[in-house]
């Protein structure tokens, strides 16, 4: 690779390189909001006045709180993040290199968009039956059903992303004879970092629901099984406390995790 190509790219990336974290107004804000979503639970749950079909705050909370400190909730929430964990990798991985292909490869792209309009109109439910169906009620199958629900948004995304590539950087590195490797490197991946962390966010949003749904219909631990248990007691309060404690992680990735790299990824993008 040019020395030239190498320090224009190399500018480019240091402009992007050290993203601040979120500022202490931004979180102040984020909690506040937070705080106002609750008091208009509270509000509308006293308004009810049915403790048992819509519980408050008041009476989820303490539950939480419950089930955290006695550790009951913890081996659930665990499974449920390990299967989120799994499920996101494997979807993220195939997801990207299928639709970087189909993006870089045209013809490729005009036999499959046929196939990716199909898949990504499947409903999730049917593609979690068949798994159970076809594989057997065990965790192989609960991976398989989650991850391949998100494949085909993942790759629609980043081969959007590719068609979008600037014509000038791709002109650039067929001037200095860049290899495929180096081109992926230094000019595909770098511009497609915003379209990367849209599928990732977009992702965790779409994975751990699914998951609850595989819990729900074919697994004996994690969140979505304790949903189940829940609902056969139609205990709501429960059912929502649940609910909030894989949210509050979910929270919590995004503001540590996802927030940040958006970040990053929206200032390089920018330069």
């Known amino acids: 690779m040019s020395s030239v190509a190498r320090t224009g790219l190399g500018q480019t ?14 979180m102040f804000r984020a909690l506040a909001s937070l705080a106002v979503l609750v008091l208009l639970w509270a ?10 079909r819509a519980p408050g705050p008041q009476q989820v909370l303490p539950a939480l709180w419950q089930g955290i400190v006695s550790g009951a909730i913890l081996p659930d929430l665990a499974a449920t993040l390990r299967r ?8 993220m991985a195939t997801g990207t290199a299928a639709g970087i292909a189909l993006g870089l490869m045209p013809r490729l792209d005009r036999w499959l968009d046929p196939w990716l309009t199909v898949f990504n109109t499947i409903p999730a439910l049917v593609t979690i039956v068949l ?4 594989i057997g009620l065990n965790e192989s199958a609960a991976i398989a059903a989650v991850a391949l629900n998100k494949v085909p948004l993942v790759t629609l995304m980043l081969r959007e ?11 650039m590195a067929q001037v200095y004879r860049m290899g495929p490797l180096a081109r992926l490197h230094h000019i595909v991946l770098p511009q497609l970092a915003p379209h990367l962390v849209s599928a990732a966010r977009a992702g965790l949003a779409l ?11 074919g697994r004996s631990d994690g969140i979505g099984f304790r949903l189940h248990l829940d609902f056969q007691m139609f205990d709501i309060t429960g059912v929502l406390a ?20 958006a970040a990053r990824a929206a200032r390089w993008r920018d330069a």
């Open 161 to 171: 992303g590719v068609r979008v590539l600037a014509p000038d950087l791709a002109a």
């Open 84 to 91: 989120v964990g799994l499920s996101f990798a494997i979807a």
């Open 207 to 217: 994975i751990w629901k699914i998951v609850l749904v595989v819990e729900f219909l």
């Open 131 to 134: 798994c159970y169906l076809w």
């Open 242 to 261: 649940n609910a909030l404690a894989f949210v509050a992680v979910m929270l919590a990735l995004e503001a540590l995790l996802i927030a940040p790299l």
């Open 43 to 52: 509000g509308l749950s006293a308004l009810l006045a049915d403790p048992l």
């Open 13 to 26: 990336a240091r402009k992007g390189a050290a993203p601040k974290p979120p500022s202490l107004r931004g």
